[in-house]
């Protein structure tokens, strides 16, 4: 009998061994998973705990202050957590793009020439990669963000219309109109056109046998097509009949609104004019500590700029007494910041130390100054839900009457004065007035930040909480990222680059024509690694306060006690990413793979 | 007449350095004064504040809590002990390896390290006046041994489990009071808990060479399952894990949930994550290993157990080490997230120590002095780790054979 007709024992035969182990793998698999299922249903039942998704429908009760979509307090919990998810996303999606970015200008920092440039390059990425994301979200939180200027009516100014403080950033913003339905046209025109001007791109370079690049034709027709339908969205426009503008001057806010059958609803983003002939404000001087430095006797008026009106007063809203004190104000930075003072020199400006109170040995807060502004003229954009804003003035002469009422009341506190109540006490009939005209648009508006009173207004703001997560990430990322093009350009073959200067292409040539798309090839599967580790470090924004999709979940997990439900809906949406991000790098991947013959 | 040539140029020298390397070209000596600003003045401001603006004192005073949170003061010999016999074991693996080392070039600073803290120690914390310095001691006592006797390095594995034990009991303690009395896990925090929870990383090997090897397994069973616990675990952030971990586990083993420390649950997430981790790193080695390989030790009549313990895997694991290692970085950074499950690991002391009633005192807050501090710490290991990595890719010489 020859070996080959052996009969195996079933017992050593491996295909049947093989099959027993899954077998056996299955059934252990099956009785520990429905052990522990047991366990947690048991565990439910008696901790009376949801275990189904159907509190998803409840009101959530949750304050969420950084929404894509409109929402509630009132809403259901499912949408708490789309809310959630969406700001996972807007980090997410702007992260990426930043830390590449930063990620490749540093790489290639890494291979400069330049012995300071590669160095502070190699410092940058090994310091940010060998600290813990949790303590770089902290650090741009409490340690650089938040010691800010502390009140959001002096935040820094920068040029660009840009506004920081530590509520956030605002800049400016372009915003879809009512007329944006004009341009839609145009836009889908500009698609279409741009499709054929692909297709016929191709087909003719194909025809040609040449090789050449497609795009520029494409994206230039595109470009022209929704360029002429946007300018002329704004030929021939008009205010129409039935938008409307309501502004009460004296609480500084408006709205603007389509009335149609007398029933109105909100019009977004309308640019009004508004001028204020003659207006008065009334602000406490204040003691502040801000960026580790005292800050005394500080007076902070809304942020006006001096071409917003043709003149300023200001006077102290008790006179006499400053003058028997001898208060005087010394500008940091005219018309909105000033600080008090009593000038024991004499020499007519602001010195060390005669900020200083001598009686209390703190900074002289408390103080009420008032401005007065004359003519003063602002055109705003409305948001969203159709609000503007302006800085709360009152009628000059209701400002000085309540001077005087107080000024006849004993001092009491100083610090919180007695104005507000003054002036109800002295509420006099001439209303604050002012002359309001909307503006005609186009399909855009170019809508600007502005600080009325205790918030931004208008532009696009950006929270504190989302700034510090962003950063962190960002940076964080961009550290991993630089290591892994400064990696892939190494990797690229020297005799590619000889060759390249030998057959005579210059070094910009050089570079973009044979090093980068072949060093692309290795960059972009560790690259789309990273961006879905920056998506999967965005669940730590709980500590920079930011409402993320995992902090969302584990405050509606606390509220409801669904722990299952919530760790199911958890690991989905995380899966669902993680898919989305796989999915773009096997398409990447394909696509970048070496056609070989 | 041949014209005489000019003189060559200097290749050498700090001259000759200086125009190369900043200011070859208009371009380059312009970047050079951007960057030179760029570095004076971040330089400057960093100065400016570690040595006039800071103040440091509410980090200072805080060392305790930063090290090992409320473990109480008369037992601080325990840990101290643990980390004097970690030392010495490292010790012993540098001593034998010589004094060039990789592990000695990992071993030396974290010497270093302790011996400042042992100076300090001795001049300022009374406490702990000679437990630094033993835990030094220790150290230097195990190098000592190592290279005097490098054979000793047969018994290190011993020598590794019997500190885990050993290093558990002294910590938890035995006793109800006395010199060994128990001390509740709720109170181990700071760096100690931090260095406690990296040591997550290695039950996760095992766990993770299983799952690799499972996932290249021929049942499609075994196969799919672990894909599919490699695949999920690694599709979700470690924060989410230690979420779930923290509510569930108690749920799923049945068991009341005071019974089951918040660090234990935590322990448990962070091996299972490092795991699945760790099994992607080892499949990359494993497809690294020529198939030939492997049909040579079956030719040559080895078993498969054999084939894979014996000839596959030790070269698999050999080609990622690196990898391992900068996964190791990564979980070492990622253990400060377990303040989700509410425990004081040596970041959230930083949260606790920054808005302490003397922190709030200081104008402006502490919170800048204290992550700095706590930054600096981090990267001191993270760093020193990363450079063992790098010394060990060049070693191997991974990707060149």
Known sequence: ???????????RNVKIIGVIAQFVFVIALVAGVGILVNNVVTALAKANLPADFSFLGKPAGIPIAERAVPYQVTDTYARALLIGFLNTLKVAVVGVVLATVIGVLMGVMRLSSNWLVRTMASVYVEVLRNIPLAVQIVFWYSAVLLPFPPRISDPIALPGGLIMSNVGLAFPFLYPTYRFGVW???????????????????????????????????VVTFLVVAGLGLGLSY??????????????????????????????????????????????????????????????????????????????EFAFADAEAAEERGLQLSFDKYPSIATIYVDTNGNGKLDAGEDVDPATSRGYGGVDVVMTVTNFRRTLVSDRDGQVRTPTFKHADDVAAAAVEESAAPRAGTRFSAFGQAATATVSESALTAKTEIQPVGALVFSRAYVPVSNYEGGMRLTVNYLALLLALVVYTSAFIAEIVRGGILAVPKGQREAARAIGLSGTQTFSLIIFPQAMRIVLPPMISQYLNLTKNSSLASLAGYAELFVIASVVSNQTGAAIPIALLLIGSYLVISLAFSVVLNQVNARLALVER | MIQPRPAPVKSHGFRFWLRKNLF????????????????????????????????????????????????????????????????????????????????????????GFVAVVS??????????????????????????????????????????????????????????????????????????????????????????????????????????????????VRGAPLIMWLFIASLLLPLILNVDANSLPAIMRAYVAITLFSAAYMAENVRGGLQAVPRGQGEAARALGLSAWQTTLLIVLPQALRAVIPAIVGQAIGLFKDTSLVFIVGLVDFFKVGDIVSVQPEALLVTGGVKLEVFLFIAVIYFFFAYRMSIASRQLEKRLGVGER
């Open chain 1, 1 to 11: 009998m020859s070996a080959s007709t052996a009969v195996v024992p079933f017992w």
């Open chain 1, 184 to 218: 839609v046209p145009y836009l889908i025109a500009a698609a279409v056109l741009a499709c054929v001007a692909w297709w016929w791109r191709r087909r003719a370079l194909a025809k040609a046998d040449r090789v050449g690049s497609v795009w520029p034709f494409p």
């Open chain 1, 235 to 312: 030929v021939g426009r008009s205010v129409p009949g039935d938008l409307t503008f309501t502004f009460e001057a004296d609480r500084g806010r408006g709205t603007t609104a389509f009335v149609v059958d007398g029933k109105s609803r909100p019009a977004a983003f309308v640019p009004v004019a508004i001028e204020i002939e003659k207006a008065s404000l009334t602000v406490s001087s204040q003691n502040l500590v801000e960026s580790r430095q005292d800050v005394r006797g500080s007076v902070r008026f809304p942020l006006i700029s001096e071409s917003e009106a043709d003149a300023f």
């Open chain 2, 24 to 111: 070859n070209g208009p371009f380059n000596t312009v970047l050079t004064f951007v960057a030179a600003v760029v570095v004076a003045w971040s330089l400057y401001n960093l100065a400016n504040f570690i040595f006039v603006e800071g103040s440091w004192g509410q980090v200072w005073r805080n060392m305790r809590l930063f090290g090992v949170y409320r473990y109480p003061v008369e037992y601080l010999w325990r840990p101290l002990l643990a980390l004097g016999i970690m030392l010495g074991l490292m010790g012993v693996m540098a001593g034998a390896g010589g004094r060039k080392s990789i592990v000695a070039g990992a071993f030396l600073p974290i010497q």
């Open chain 2, 119 to 232: 100076i300090v120690a001795i001049l300022f914390w009374p406490s702990v006046r000679f437990l630094w310095p033993g835990a030094l001691v220790l150290g230097f006592l195990g190098y000592f041994i190592g290279s005097r006797w490098p054979r000793s390095v047969k018994y290190l594995p011993w020598g590794w489990g019997v500190w885990l034990v050993v290093g558990y009991l002294l910590l938890s303690g035995l006793t109800t009071g006395g010199t060994l009395g128990k001390v509740p896990v709720r109170d181990w925090g700071g760096f100690l808990l931090t260095l406690i929870l990296f040591t997550g990383i290695i039950p996760s090997f095992p766990i993770g060479i299983a799952l690799a090897l499972g996932r290249n397994s021929k049942l499609p069973v075994i196969k799919y399952f672990c894909i599919g616990f490699i695949e999920v």
